[in-house]
């Protein structure tokens, strides 16, 4: 390690301490299911073309009830109630020519001189625009794709190529971030074939082609361009402008912090034309800010400075959508992402504040206190702020100062300044993010789905904390969607069909928006889960339709209380005592899970004979686990009924009733020899003391005490901890079915 990289950590360890996050625990989700759980028992759906991989690119189209998806080589068209039904594929390889000059050039051609589709857009009621990488020949096509739901159709004319520069990038590992706004397309892409010259680029369309300025670290500094939204300014068409999302090396960074990498917003004007005399085909109000998520701390922020996905989530206007953004870090010292959220008023607000000025290469960044031309740079020309027509009219002075000052001074900063959701230490960073807004009972929510770098999609709810606009984001689920856990590179949601699809690099994944009868066979358990889609019907958790009557219907998802709800609740499954047998000397285990991760488990005893019940705590003769209570050296007094109960929130819910029995050695014994010598039992019912005595095993190494689990667990075991692997041969369980739990993923036993 050099000494600038140790001086950089001393104080990201402070920060790090500072902001409370030095003995953070990665939050657990309420429920965890596995991708074998999943698809038996959720209706996951899966789709994947043969020898193709990288499905990077994916559109929903609700008018054509279908899912596009770009990937290697390959476009498909997916029906959205089912991608595993009604799909077409349509090949669109590289010309051969190409890929040989592509290998001629040092590229590998199995892997990188394909052509890796990495855009996807309607274009028009017939057709989509598709681009990629074409063994780093850049094209695009056209796509005829139809307006039937019957007959989909997937055609695309070879005689209608585009050339792709300036859409889509030439190396398959780069991202591309566009829109398509009428038949202009507005991308943020790698112009050059080295990958050096990046730029934010207007195509197509009857305007000219406008970018950035080249090389100059003022404007782009080495950026990886991650969404690009158009949102409307005013009722004015000609104040429209488009959105970048981007991160890129801080070219306000002083020396003594070395490389420092930063997220930033970026804004256009859709009427742009570029400059007369200065900055002819660039970009003339072209503006950017810092997008700030961070974890304040006394001795400083904690900051979260990887941007990886942005979602917008509209409004009823549609001037002020809700910003949802996910990011990472970049310090070596601990892992960690976070979501922020921001409002487009802010992000307006920061455009409109002071710009960063620098003297020279020796001055600080400040705010400029000098005079700001007329019109103010950044502003689009339109009626509604001046009399300019077009920015070809404005003045010299204005498009200079544009030129030289396109940094703002202040940063965009998240709603309720902090996070609202994160995870450090989790084994996994936020790769992407969708959002869905809910009706529920006692208002509306937004449901965030944040896919991961380990093939896993996390179910978020944001909730109300103390006065608006505070919000805190609440872990639901945590559902692993791909088998070989690969990064989930792009994800799209249907607000319409309740479905969400995810791609990665080995496949396409369609889950439904809500799993409610996962939720638990009780009012409690599903009103614990506080999920805006589900609620307690009276007999079940269900789909909560905001338009049935609402006698019945049992939700709060602000507090997720039962106690009022649930109260008088005669749904509540009835809990029948189960009987559970140990040997004097040995061990039992009784085993109890609760369905939520979030919940803790409490063990109350009665004696036989008594009335009393006490509490168990943990002792050198008994171990609480996660899942079960483990008795060692059995004595006879230990017999009786233990109540297993699910705490949660304050709410304590009884979930199973085991009544142990103590024999002697010698009882075992003589059981275990009358088992022997007994002729085979006739076809009935089974006597109980029959499934006890298949749990001793006569000379195993311990004698009578030597006993054995005999009911096969679903799916393969994790491995034990090491007390539970002393005392397995020493504990016991009847040999019965889980009548009271639904299926579970194999990690949770």
């Known amino acids: 390690m050099g000494r600038a990289e140790a001086a950089a950590m001393i104080p990201g360890l402070a920060l790090l301490w500072a902001a409370g996050l030095g003995d953070a625990v990665p939050s657990l989700p309420r429920l965890r299911l596995s991708f074998q759980e999943l698809q038996a028992w959720h209706g996951l759906r899966t789709f994947r073309l043969e020898r193709t991989c990288c499905y990077e690119a994916l559109l929903v189209d609700e008018e054509r009830g279908r899912l596009f998806v770009g990937a290697e080589n390959h476009v498909a068209s997916l029906g959205l109630d089912n991608i595993s039904k009604r799909a077409k594929k349509l090949a669109w390889p590289a010309p051969v020519e190409w890929r040989e000059e592509c290998n001629w050039a040092g590229k590998d051609i199995g892997t990188e ?247 020279g290469p020796t001055h600080q960044w400040v705010s400029y206190q000098g005079r700001v031309p007329y019109p103010r740079p950044g502003m689009c020309p339109s009626k509604t702020f001046g009399t300019f027509s077009s920015t070809k009219d404005f003045p010299d002075d204005v498009i200079q100062f544009a030129r030289n000052h396109p940094l703002m001074y202040n940063s965009v900063l998240p709603m309720g300044g902090r996070p609202l959701f994160l995870q450090v230490g989790a084994g996994y960073t936020f790769t992407q993010i969708a959002a869905d807004r809910v009706a529920a009972a006692d208002g509306h929510y937004d449901v965030l789905f944040i896919g991961t770098d380990v093939g896993t999609v996390l179910k978020v709810i944001s909730v109300p904390k103390g006065s608006w606009p505070s919000s805190e984001g609440l872990l639901l689920e945590e559902l692993q969607v791909f088998e070989d856990s690969t990064p989930v590179t792009s994800m799209q949601i249907s607000s319409k069909r309740h479905q969400l699809y995810v791609a990665s690099r080995s496949a396409v994944a369609q889950i439904s928006l809500h799993r409610c009868a996962a939720l638990g066979r009780a009012c409690a358990e599903c009103c614990l889960a506080r999920d805006p889609y589900c609620a307690w019907d009276g007999s079940s958790c269900t789909r909560f339709q905001p338009t049935a009557k609402r006698r019945f219907r049992r939700q709060d998802i602000r507090n997720g209380d039962p106690s009022t709800l649930c109260s008088g609740d005669s749904s509540r499954p009835t809990l029948l005592e189960r009987k559970v047998f140990g040997v004097e000397g040995g061990s039992a285990f009784l085993e109890c899970e609760p369905r939520s991760l979030q919940a803790h488990v409490e063990w109350t005893f009665q004696r036989a004979g008594e009335v009393a019940h006490t509490q168990v705590l943990a002792a050198e003769s008994a171990e609480l686990t996660t899942r079960g209570l483990l008795l060692r050296s059995l004595r006879r007094q230990d017999s009786g009924v233990y109540l297993c109960a699910a705490v949660e929130q304050g709410f304590s819910q009884p979930l199973r009733r085991l009544a142990l029995h103590v024999l002697s050695a010698a009882q075992a014994e003589r059981l275990a020899r009358a088992e022997e010598a007994a002729p085979p039992a006739p076809p009935g019912p089974k006597l109980w003391y029959r499934d006890f005595l298949q749990l001793v095993e006569p000379g195993g190494g311990g004698g009578a005490n030597s006993l054995r689990m005999c009911r096969p667990q679903p799916g393969p075991r994790p491995a034990a901890s090491e007390s539970r692997r002393k005392g397995r041969n020493r504990r016991m369980h009847l040999s019965e079915p889980r009548a009271d739990r639904g299926p579970r993923s194999a990690a949770h036993w």
Request: net charge neutral.
């Open 113 to 359: 001189c394909m052509n890796f589709v990495k855009l996807l857009h309607v274009y028009n009621h017939t057709h989509l625009l598709a681009c990629g990488t074409g063994a780093f020949h850049p094209t695009c096509a056209f796509v005829e794709v139809g307006h039937r739901l019957e007959e989909p159709i997937l055609r695309l004319d070879p005689r209608r190529l585009e050339d792709g520069k300036g859409k889509s990038p030439y190396d398959p590992s780069h991202r591309a971030a566009s829109v398509l706004v009428g038949e202009e397309l507005y991308s943020g892409v790698a112009a050059d074939l080295m990958g050096r010259d990046f730029t934010i680029f207007r195509s197509l369309g009857q305007r000219p082609s406008l970018r950035t300025e080249p090389h100059d670290s003022r404007w782009l500094n080495e950026p990886k361009f991650v969404k690009v939204f158009w949102i409307p300014e005013s009722e004015n068409p000609d104040d429209d402008k488009i959105y970048f999302f981007f991160r890129e090396s801080a070219v306000e960074a002083s020396p003594a912090t070395g490389r420092l990498t930063v997220s930033r917003v970026g804004q256009i004007c859709r009427n742009d034309l570029g400059g007369q005399r200065s900055l002819v085909n660039k970009w003339a109000t072209f503006l950017k800010a810092r997008l700030v998520c961070s974890v304040p701390g006394v001795e400083g922020d904690t900051h979260f400075d990887q941007l990886q996905d942005v979602f917008l989530l509209s409004s009823r206007d549609r001037r002020t959508p809700l910003l949802y953004a996910v990011f990472s870090t970049s310090s070596g010292i601990f892992q960690g992402s976070a979501v922020c959220v921001y409002n487009m008023n802010d992000v307006r607000r920061a455009f409109l504040g002071p710009f960063a000025h620098k003297e």
